[in-house]
């Protein structure tokens, strides 16, 4: 079997989701969270509509884990669907 991958949001873009809330989250934190908003704004969970990026930090293919110490976020002003 497979280890379990380490996913966090690095992007948002959609009708309940929110940078100073969601960013940095991992999938497992968000998957409640993401089935409300499929079914209020059918909002697709897995982001296949752009509605969020996820970046990888560890799994089985890489020879060590991706580590973060810094990040800042950069919104969009103006965007209500992206804020």
Same mark, same amino acid.
């Not at 929110?18 to 991992?26: I, M, N, Q, S």
């Not at 409640?32 to 909002?43: I, K, M, P, Q």
């Not at 509509?49 to 890489?62: A, H, I, K, R, V």
């Given at each position: 079997? =497979?280890? $379990? ?8 873009? /959609?009708?309940? @989701?929110?940078?100073?809330k969601? @960013?940095?989250? &991992?999938?497992?934190?968000?998957? $409640? &969270?993401?089935?409300? @908003?499929?079914?209020?704004f059918?909002?697709?969970? /897995? ?7 996820? =970046? ?16 800042? &976020? ?10």
């Amino acid at each position: 079997g =497979f280890e $379990a991958r380490v996913d966090h949001l690095v992007k948002v873009a /959609c009708m309940g @989701l929110y940078p100073d809330k969601h @960013l940095g989250k &991992t999938l497992g934190q968000m998957r $409640a &969270t993401l089935h409300r @908003l499929n079914d209020e704004f059918g909002v697709h969970v /897995c982001g296949e509509g752009g509605e969020y990026e996820s =970046f990888t930090l560890d799994c089985p293919l890489y020879h060590r884990r991706i580590v973060v110490n810094e990040w800042e &976020t950069s919104p969009i002003e103006g965007d209500s669907m992206a804020p």
